[in-house]
């Protein structure tokens, strides 16, 4: 089944810690995303990379940083840097100019705590 | 990037046609409206997009205006399984950088 996976679904580090997020796709995706999600907020964006090789900054990028060596994996790793870590990260992708670039699939969410 | 106002909660009842209406005054003409649907802990869920008049798929049906300052989404004969927070979303092509900003939503409260 084709989709978006990440792993893993929970998430514990210490304060101080970098961590990465995992975030496969087999869909085919040209663009991929990472947002942001605390309790009770809608989604803000982190990162987006439109190809491989290319990704800019979203809206609160700091603290965070992100790879797109490959067209399937967007890993997106939280560095002791960002104040506030602790949330529900959500990584989506959708279609470049092939298909209906209007609509973004995501995965089921990590979600880090960190103390 | 067009500023998107919603209702922050709503409650229904099951069985009931639920709307819920969310102003875009500044939508650009390229610009196309978008709906999602979250469930707790989970990653939003595409449910319907549009440009113009009407839009229907299976589970839900999108208005928009002639004037296209506001969208409309409806659906019929809500369960309870559709509580979730809703979300509109206005923006162009997501591949030419136009990214989607998610707002806070609608919350959508389903009784029995």
């Known amino acids: 089944d084709g989709g978006i996976t990440q792993s893993p679904k929970y998430l514990f580090r210490k304060e101080g810690q970098n961590v990465t997020l995992s975030c496969e796709q087999n869909?085919?995706?040209?663009?991929m995303y990472w947002y942001r999600q605390d309790p009770g907020q809608g989604l803000r964006l982190i990162y987006y990379?439109?190809?491989?090789?290319?990704?800019q900054k979203g809206d609160i990028a700091e603290g965070y940083s992100v790879s797109r060596e490959k067209k399937e994996s967007f890993p997106l790793t939280v560095t002791s840097a960002q104040k506030n870590p602790t949330a529900f990260y959500l990584c989506a992708s959708s279609f470049g100019t092939s298909g209906n670039s209007y609509e973004q699939y995501f995965g089921p969410g990590t979600r880090l705590t960190v103390t | 990037l067009a500023k998107t106002t919603q209702p922050i909660s709503m409650d229904s009842y099951e069985g009931q046609e639920v709307n819920i209406t969310c102003s875009h005054n500044?939508?650009?003409?390229?610009?196309?409206i978008t709906w999602y649907q979250q469930f707790p802990s989970q990653g939003p869920r595409f449910i319907i997009q549009g440009y113009k008049t009407k839009v229907t798929n299976e589970v839900a049906s999108l208005f928009i205006p002639a004037d296209r300052k506001s969208s409309t989404l409806s659906l019929p004969r809500v369960s309870l399984s559709d509580t979730a927070v809703y979300y509109c979303?206005?923006?162009?092509?997501?591949?030419?950088?136009?990214?989607?900003?998610f707002g806070g939503g609608t919350r959508l409260m389903v009784k029995p």
């Open positions: 979303l206005v923006g162009g092509l997501v591949w030419a950088g136009n990214m989607l900003t």
């Open positions: 869909l085919n995706h040209d663009a």
């Open positions: 500044n939508i650009a003409t390229n610009d196309y």
């Open positions: 990379s439109q190809i491989v090789n290319d990704f």
